[in-house]
């Protein structure tokens, strides 16, 4: 889809970014496996597509560390986070590197192979279906193949640069 300018000059970064601090979402670290090696990032930009198939988008800065694997990878996990689980999202979402991420957290094999967090509020196990490459990021869109929910069914939210309980 082509947009049409009005003349309109573009949002500067920071009041965009200041605009999407009060956008709350649910914290997320999104895992893979590539070459025998486990990667994941934190995510907030996750989101349902369809539930015919069930399918969900996950979009990652292709400037980030762990990008080259989840370009080459065939399947992912969406592991939702509970409020007491904080060190991990910043733990993903720093920079720390790709082998000492998983140093924190109950990571078990999920069925396909992928790092799927075992007390996580819910996991979507995703099988690779496409992409979409928009400004900084990708868009990867995946097919769910299996979901895991904890009991407890708390979410950690993320908000005003602020982590919530939900």
Known sequence: MNMVSHGFDDVDK???????????SA?????TRHDGKR?????????SV????????????RASSCFHAFENASRF????LMPGQEDISNLFGGKTRADDRFALG???????GVPVLAD???????????AVDEATHRILFGRVIGIRENEERATLLYCMRRYLSG
């Open 14 to 24: 920071a009041t965009f970014r200041s605009g999407m601090s009060r956008l709350g």
């Open 27 to 31: 914290v997320n670290v999104v895992t």
């Open 39 to 47: 990667y994941g990032f934190t995510a907030s930009a996750v989101c």
């Open 50 to 61: 369809s539930d015919t198939p069930a399918t969900l988008l996950v979009c990652i800065n």
């Open 77 to 80: 996990c969406v592991n939702t």
């Open 106 to 112: 109950d990571w078990r094999e999920g069925l396909t």
């Open 120 to 130: 996580a509020s819910v996991s979507f196990e995703c099988e690779f279906t496409n």
